[in-house]
């Protein structure tokens, strides 16, 4: 999120399930980010270290819809020492503010202090007064930085965008290596099942026993190029279910403006080109000459009512090129006996191919616009589709008690509220928000988690770098059953759960 153009940041209790060093790292790189970006971030945390308290410019305390303080950091001691309230010597900052408890004045009985109070006084304390008088005061537009708010929607120009959307289709591409290996090792490697297919055509149409003196001779070369033509085109649709899975991730991200659709469309497209002809040069490789195309590189019988279907096939184009390029070709022109035309014009008719040498070209140039419409096409429809639907919180309106039940508890199944298609029992007595959810099951095995060692174990003498918070712990959970935690002590020094 923080390089999208957004220059507020609003954060909920995000130091949730973390340890305190970690929580530092994280809040001490927002800081950065801050002052790098020149913008302005909001965290709500709930007890932080006194590390990372000393991170924040300012300071918010909120009780009972009052706000008790709003202010520098600095002052904020200082405010609560006003209203009777000191800091013990070994006490956290964000400890004390929270507990309230540590009364300044011995000579005096202690006395509750009310959040309303707080608020009040707070408007006569000078932090207070100095964020009044700021906010009464007309701003002065002359003074405003012209960085101050956005006029552009998105963050970088559109070159930078680009290049960054390319680089990280380069690295998913890296990252999913496996999958673009297989695809050519599916026309490679004799071990996998499309190159089995190829080798099988090498041997059915080797090219000693491809003869080229009869038109049934010619339909032998034009089934070996149908089915060259079929493989290439069904092999990239491997890559289809990756392309659904990354449409999540892309809807947050376009949602939030971190790209334009054709921005993340263009470089999916100009990376998988290379690897386009790479899969066709290996076949090629293998095929071509093994059955005996010529090495010189320069229609069936239809309804009425399917001509459209015949007309905007891309593959109608494709092959009409290959085998126009393959038996328009010198070897193929010579005359049979009581024969007017030659025999590379007898094949494509007896297939009902066109016999024009420019059909070679023509197939060239609409398969190009046929990749430029569909990447079109991909593009609008990233921009205009929208995002599925997001699940809402349940709030239940029942009543705590079911008198007609007599108290007890009753079973009910509601699918809003975990948000999919499973049944899950909640008693009528629950009441409240329940968030949306999908069940899982969790398994971990032999999970070691270290963090840097603090410094004041450092000032003791311990020489390690790093504290062992956990070491070699396994368990399992799965939903909808109950945890006992029970400890088993391996021979290793592994825990399980």
């Known amino acids: 999120m923080l390089v999208g153009p957004a220059k507020a940041l609003f954060m909920d209790e995000i130091s949730t399930g973390l340890d305190s060093s970690t929580t530092f790292q994280i809040v001490n790189s927002l800081k950065q980010c801050v002052h790098i970006l020149k913008g302005t ?3 709500s945390l709930l007890q932080p270290a006194p590390q990372t308290n000393n991170l924040f410019y300012d300071i918010t305390l909120l ?4 706000i008790l303080y709003q202010g520098p950091r600095e002052y904020v001691l200082q405010f609560f020492q006003s209203m009777g309230f000191q800091r013990p010597e070994r006490k956290g900052v964000a ?5 309230e408890q540590y009364w300044a004045h011995k000579d005096q009985p202690y006395r509750f202090v009310r959040a309303k109070e707080f608020s009040e006084a707070l408007k006569s304390f000078h932090v207070g007064r100095s964020l009044r008088e700021e906010l009464d005061s007309e701003f002065d537009r002359s003074k405003s930085h012209p960085a101050a708010l956005n006029t552009k929607k998105f963050g970088v120009g559109k070159w930078e965008l680009l290049k960054a959307c390319l680089s990280s289709e380069y690295l998913l591409m890296k990252r999913n290596s496996f999958v673009y290996i297989f695809r050519l090792s599916q026309v490679a490697c004799p071990s996998i099942y499309l190159a089995v297919m190829a080798f099988i055509a090498m041997t059915i149409f080797l090219r000693t026993k491809m003869c080229r003196d009869s038109v049934t001779d010619g339909g032998i070369y034009v089934g070996a190029l149908f089915f060259g033509l079929a493989v290439i085109m069904f092999n990239g649709l491997a890559e289809l279910p990756m392309v659904v899975l990354k449409l999540p991730v892309f809807y947050k991200q376009r949602d939030n403006l971190f790209f334009p659709s054709w921005a993340y469309a263009l470089p999916a497209w100009i990376l998988k080109i290379p690897m ?12 071509y000459y093994v059955i005996g195309f010529d090495p010189n590189i320069g229609r069936q019988h239809k309804k009425k009512w399917w001509l459209w279907g015949f007309w905007i096939s891309p593959k109608m184009y494709g092959q009409n090129a290959m085998v126009n390029n393959e038996f328009l070709a010198e070897r193929w022109r010579y005359v049979l006996p009581n024969s007017s035309e030659p025999l590379g014009v007898e094949v494509l008719k007896s ?5 024009q040498s420019y059909w070679i070209w023509i197939g060239v140039v609409v398969l190009i616009g046929y990749t430029l419409l569909f990447n079109f096409g991909y593009i609008l429809s990233l921009t205009y589709m929208s995002t599925p639907e997001k699940r809402h919180a349940f709030i239940s309106e029942e009543p705590e008690n079911n008198e007609q039940n007599g108290g007890s508890n009753k079973v009910r199944n509601d699918e809003s509220i975990c948000g999919n298609t499973s049944s899950h029992a909640f008693p009528s007595s629950y009441r409240g928000m329940v968030l949306p959810f999908e069940p899982h099951s969790i ?6 988690y270290a963090v840097d060692m603090p410094q004041e174990m450092r000032n003791q003498g311990v020489v390690e770098n790093n504290l062992v918070l956990l070491k070699c712990v396994s368990g399992s959970f799965r939903p909808g059953v109950g945890c006992h935690r029970s400890r088993q002590d391996n021979s290793d020094g592994c825990t399980c759960w």
Request: hydrophobic content about 50%; charged content about 20%; overall charge negative.
């Open 95 to 99: 400890d004390f503010l929270q507990e």
């Open 276 to 287: 386009t002809f790479v899969e066709v040069a290996v076949w090629l490789f293998l095929t």
């Open 443 to 448: 398994t971990f095995d032999d999970v070691t």
């Open 41 to 43: 971030t909001v965290i």
């Open 351 to 355: 297939r009902g191919f066109f016999i």
């Open 63 to 66: 009780s009972d819809s009052h």
